[in-house]
């Protein structure tokens, strides 16, 4: 074979629905992992008798089926719906702090309503406001980007123009004043990076409208098995994939791709090129400087890196509840702050009073870890550059030590944790950095500033002809909006080709 139509670098979710999508529709395409097995952050691995969850906290945008979400729809079209077992989530959302504070929430509006009016009577009034808004900007988001209203107006979306550049504080500062309010109405910042202080307003309005009217979902088998199934999708339609193969370089001629060479030095021709790396990675790391234009690294220069994890996963010798594990997902709080000092803080190595997620996937799926047991994700999020300061001959003591000063956390809530501790695994950002390629390790790709939000993404097309991107680098993080990418680029390419045929 001399050559494929479109060459996929990386089998994350976007790579992996770019290069599923486009062989669906008969291109001959290639994809390129330099890991071992198709995911991305969407993978597991094993020790002892567990299989871990590398990422996937609560899966957005699935609805059920009697009233799909987006996600759902996306994946009946690429035909895996029907493989996957996914697994609802009986809960929202918990708060706990040391001092005993503890509230938890179903996803449903008037659980969630009634819960915080219930334990915050004082701002009963505001909290309907808050939730209004946070409907009204929604639903003005869905009809405008998702229904594509050929004619958005100020008049008809009022809440999305008044809203689209404040931030989640001002938000919080106009509506309320008990700083606990503040901090557990928006926990769910940490599955965006940055601190309500510095994060955009619609990312939390979202994120709280798409958990409840879609429910938080799991997969059985975690979200290895979703990967593996597109994966599988994408061979079942004449797709080639090479695994342990990572790419050295774009081949640019005359500002259009030809193709890539490999780690191995092969040199394989491609009129399309689909990168599921970073941003950052692919004109910086895999194209000679020559060929970026100008513009790019002008535009990339006004961005910053989104922070990375420090994350346990924890294999346990007792059923959830003899730990005290009672919902999915639980947020773990020591103090109250939700403002730039958060964000100082993960610069730091100590993991201090951050706050934490802490995930047990066994108490909405209890076949999810063997009979007997079962595991949890604990994630804070930290920066890439301060470990990267970290010198090799230290790493694992400060590994380590950061590790049991997190397990000492956990301890606050749980106090019997340490001893169901079967097999215990630890994750810096510099994992991260080695398992995804993504500068320092960042998770959540560029920061979601009000500047660089939602609006003002990269995007997934270059000045460079013939390439396209895949990723949370170029649009919104997170499993639902990543796998949408990888399909809309392969929308993007077939387009271009029926448009050329004419
Ligand atoms: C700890 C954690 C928790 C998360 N929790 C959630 C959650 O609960 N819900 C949610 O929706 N999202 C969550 N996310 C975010 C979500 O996982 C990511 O946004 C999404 O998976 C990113 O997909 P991607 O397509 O950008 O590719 P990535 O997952 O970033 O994968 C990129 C791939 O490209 C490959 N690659 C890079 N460079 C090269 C090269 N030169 N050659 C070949 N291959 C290369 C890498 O090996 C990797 O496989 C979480 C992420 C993390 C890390």
């Not at 080639?240 to 092969?266: F, L, S, W």
Request: hydrophobic fraction near 40%.
């Amino acid at each position: 074979m001399d050559g494929y139509d479109a060459i996929v670098i990386g089998a994350g979710n976007g790579g992996l629905t770019a290069s599923a999508g486009l062989a669906k529709k008969g291109l001959r395409v290639l994809l390129l992992e330099r890991h071992n097995i198709p995911g991305g952050c969407a993978t597991s691995f094993c020790r002892g008798r567990f299989e871990f969850e590398v990422a996937l906290h609560q899966l957005s945008g699935m609805g059920t089926p009697t009233k799909p979400g987006p996600l759902r729809m996306m994946l009946g079209n690429l035909g895996i719906l029907d493989q996957l077992e996914l697994v609802e989530m009986p809960d929202l959302y918990s708060v706990a702090m040391p001092d005993g504070f503890k509230i938890g929430f179903k996803p449903d509006k008037n659980q969630v309503i009634g819960e915080l009016k219930a334990r915050f009577p004082h701002e009963g009034k505001n909290i309907d406001t808050f939730f209004n808004l946070v409907y009204a900007y929604a639903n003005q988001m869905l009809a405008t980007f998702f229904f594509k209203d050929p004619a958005p107006t100020r008049k008809k979306y009022p809440d999305m123009y008044a809203y689209a550049f404040k931030t989640a504080a001002d938000v919080l500062d106009e509506l309320f004043t008990d700083p606990l309010l503040k901090a557990v109405i928006s926990v769910y910042w940490g599955y965006i990076g940055l601190p309500p202080d510095r994060l955009a307003f619609p990312y939390l309005a979202m994120i709280f409208f798409t958990y409840i009217e879609f429910k938080p979902f799991h997969i059985k088998g975690g979200s290895q098995a979703l990967s593996n199934v597109i994966a599988n999708t994408f061979i079942s339609h004449g797709g080639t994939v090479r695994y342990n193969c990572g790419v050295k370089k774009i081949i640019v001629e005359e500002d259009a791709v030809k193709g890539v060479v490999t780690e191995e030095g092969d040199r394989i021709e491609a009129r399309f090129v689909v990168s599921n790396a970073s941003q950052v990675s692919t004109y910086v790391g895999l194209m000679d400087p020559e060929h970026v234009p100008d513009k790019v690294p002008r535009e990339m220069r006004g961005r910053s890196l989104s922070p990375s994890a420090f994350t346990l996963f924890a294999g346990f010798d007792c059923e959830p509840d003899a730990i005290g594990f009672m919902e999915s997902t639980t947020f773990l709080l020591k103090d109250l702050d939700v403002s730039d000092r958060t964000l100082s803080r993960m610069r730091e190595l100590p993991i201090g009073n951050q706050p934490m997620v802490l995930s047990c996937y066994d108490v909405a799926d209890p076949e999810f870890s063997p009979q007997g047991t079962c595991q949890a994700n604990m994630v804070t999020l930290k920066y890439g550059k301060t470990w990267l300061r970290v010198p090799p001959r230290e790493y694992h003591r400060v590994k380590f030590k950061c590790a049991e000063e997190m397990l000492g956390r956990v301890e606050e809530i749980y106090p019997d944790i340490r001893w169901h501790i079967e097999e215990l695994e630890v994750a810096t950002p510099l994992t991260h950095m080695r398992y995804l390629g993504h500068p320092e390790g960042a998770i959540y790709g560029y920061e979601q500033y009000v500047k660089d939000s939602m609006f003002f993404q990269p995007g997934r097309y270059s000045p460079i002809h013939g390439l396209y991107f895949a990723s949370g680098w170029v649009g919104d993080c997170g499993f639902h909006p990543t796998l949408q990418a990888g399909l809309n680029v392969a929308k993007s390419i077939v387009r271009k080709l029926e448009k050329e045929e004419k």
